[in-house]
């Protein structure tokens, strides 16, 4: 089956716009991750739905930073008045939350570069 | 808070051993997992413990002290295609994953 995809792959910003990364997660997974990769660097949890709510939203950098999920299933992430920090590769992931693992599978990222 | 500490970069020799070592404090502990992550490209699920002891996956292994706080990641037979980054996780309560800064393994000829 169709893993989780993301769009758009690039986007080059000019500081201070608005931007819309998109997450289509894996059939059936319940629950949907958003992380942030800087160059060379680990993963940072920005937020975490389950289902359409966000149990936890605590890594938001920002309020600039918001995201939702709709029909538990599509997630939008959205930045407002894009800073050059905010440069980095947006990662999706998504998992089943009952199993043995619940193991997250990720997306190829949205690499932002806010000019 | 959440603290994970793992080398940031090792070099090996094809066929040879590596042993990627991952410390943690966090605050709950409800499993650890590795991941491989290739140059560009997305983090790739390898290993999950939640139990002390050693899980044994071909030529991958992964070990857990919950009472050290520590894990390791064991690459047997290494091969070119092993040149990646590693990244250990701790899914604390809830189902959040705190990463590492990820080790970068290089494997020379």
Redesign the interface.
């Known amino acids: 089956g169709a893993g ?1 995809s993301q769009s758009p792959s690039n986007k080059v910003t000019e500081k201070g716009k608005d931007v819309e990364l998109r997450c289509d997660p894996i059939s059936g997974h319940t ?1 949907l ?1 958003w ?1 942030r990769q800087s160059l060379g ?5 920005l937020i ?1 739905f ?1 289902g359409n709510s966000a ?2 939203k605590s890594g938001l950098p920002s309020d600039r930073f918001s995201a939702e999920r709709t029909g538990g299933s599509v997630s939008t992430l959205t930045i407002q008045r894009t800073q050059q920090e905010d440069s980095a590769v947006y ?1 999706c992931a998504s ?1 089943f ?1 009952t199993g ?10 949205t690499r932002l570069t806010v000019l | 808070g959440q603290n994970i500490d793992q080398p940031t970069e090792m070099t090996a020799t094809e066929g040879a051993i590596v042993q990627i070592n991952c410390t943690y404090q966090t605050s709950g502990f409800n499993g650890l997992f590795w991941y491989q992550q290739h140059a560009g490209e997305a983090p790739t699920f390898l290993s999950y413990n939640v139990l002390d002891g050693l899980e044994e996956k071909g030529r991958f292994s992964s070990f857990l002290s919950r009472s050290k706080g520590y894990s390791y990641l064991l690459l047997k037979e290494l091969q070119m295609k092993d040149s990646a980054s590693y990244l250990c996780a701790v899914r604390a309560a809830g189902n959040k994953l705190t990463f590492g800064g990820g080790t970068r393994v290089l494997v020379k000829p």
């Open positions: 989780v629950a991750y992380y660097q680990g993963l940072e949890f975490y389950q149990p936890d990662l998992s939350l043995t693992y619940n193991e997250q599978f990720f997306g190829p990222g």
